[in-house]
């Protein structure tokens, strides 16, 4: 996964000066960003507080943790079902 140059509270700061009337352009300017990533950080993280945004991404987490350990299991249960067919 890509490591992200900005924290969540970083990115909570720019979106409160986003809905404070700072112009998109100025912010992506001064932060080095650019405006697609901005507006994608708007519609997602958009009216959500620091604690949402770190339970959020906990929960991210916890899921590909998930997936990673059924995935290993379905493999060991299609290697066991493979080897007792062939007997």
């Not at 700061?13 to 080095?32: I, K, N, T």
């Not at 507006?39 to 993280?45: G, N």
């Not at 590909?64 to 007792?84: G, P, S």
Request: hydrophobic share 40%; with cysteine.
């Amino acid at each position: 996964m890509k490591k992200t140059r900005f924290t969540e509270a970083q990115i909570m700061g720019v979106l409160r000066q986003m809905e404070g009337g700072v112009p998109a352009a100025e912010l992506c300017r001064e932060h080095g960003m650019s405006s697609a990533t901005l507006y994608k950080w708007r519609a997602k993280y958009g009216g959500m507080d620091a604690s949402l945004i770190s339970e959020m991404k906990a929960m991210a987490e916890e899921n590909r943790r998930l997936k990673r350990m059924y995935a290993d299991v379905r493999m060991q249960n299609d290697l066991l079902k493979e080897a007792l067919g062939k007997k």
